[in-house]
């Protein structure tokens, strides 16, 4: 398997690095000093994320806010930063449940942005983490994104395939079936690539983002291991079962004869365009499949196949801890709280165990 960093990770990193700095460019020079002073600690996608939140947020301003329309952004400094009110704040949550945005040579119609709670509270947490920074700096006298109270997130059920929707996934992605003619058509192309990833996914719990991350090199048949770059860039070699040995050696054997465009030699998924897949058509491919297999749930993507993996590993095992160290998670409160449907089978196994006078039990613990 290969050594050292992954080529593909760099080359994603090095573009979002370039994005990142193409925003910063309109904003003031304290949003620079803040994504490099976390540059250590965070990944470049979180780094976009809050170059993009933080992007958002200053537009607001200088369009919505008298005392901000009064320079241009990238103008502002620290004490107009220290300007922030709390009704500043307020109008700001107000304004991402609905805005527009245009292009900057209006060539195309506005583009309208609607936010729910949950998209709310992070683009609210970018802006706390940014004036956190400026505040512990002593660059501003005091955080007041601290006396916003955040959107309440209510928990939604945790949406998964079941057993018969996971076999008829894997199996339309090798016949076909019900799917539309003009799907037939790519679907007799794509078929052994389709059902390698769907299998992979459904068997190793991998995010979409390591699945396109994957090069030849990486993957070991002899072991029924790959090599895996994590968020963060970590790297750990991770198992699958034999089904997914089996469908990833036919794929690989029609992999042999495809001749990737140049600067993609190595991928293993390839696009119809011979590039290596991006993530957006993985989770189209996935979209489409769970459309015949499971209609009633549309909502079905790549990281709701990461989900069923975890809940059926945790089924199969009762090991909360394997399966945070499968899913790559640094913490096991997380893995609880989004993947392992445990709480109804834990409640349920403690009414297996406990016994009261009238069971039989009850009285052979008292023998013992």
Known sequence: MAN????????????????????????????SDFLRGIAVTTGTFTRLAY??????FFQFLHTERIYYAQKDVVLYDDQDLNHLTQSDLTAYTEY???????NEDHSAPDRVFVNHDLAIKRKLCSIRSFYDYLFKHQRIASNVTELVPLPKIHEKPILRLSKAE?????????????????????QKITARRDYAMLSLFLGTGIRVSECVGINLSDVDMENNAF???????????????????DALADYMEERKQIEALPGHEDALFLSLQKKRITQRAVQNLVKKYAAVAAPLKPRISPHKLR???????????????????VLGHT???????????????????AAEHVHLPGDPAFQEKETT
């Open 4 to 31: 050292g960093v992954n080529r593909y990770r760099e080359e994603v990193d090095a573009k979002r690095i370039l994005q990142i700095r193409e925003i910063c460019r309109g904003l003031p020079q304290a949003c």
């Open 51 to 56: 170059a993009i939140d933080l992007n958002t």
């Open 96 to 102: 991402l449940t609905y805005y527009l945005k245009s």
């Open 166 to 186: 996971l076999e008829k996934m894997l199996s339309t992605a090798q016949d076909g079936a019900q799917m539309s003619k003009g799907q037939q058509r790519f």
């Open 227 to 245: 090599l895996v770059t994590r968020k963060g860039g970590n790297q750990v070699v991770l198992y699958f079962p034999p089904e997914v040995a």
């Open 307 to 325: 989900s069923t993996y975890a809940t059926n590993l945790y089924h199969e095992t009762g090991d909360i801890y394997l399966v945070a160290d």
């Open 331 to 349: 913490s096991v409160d997380t893995t609880r709280k989004h993947y392992a449907d445990m709480t109804d089978a834990r409640r349920r196994m």
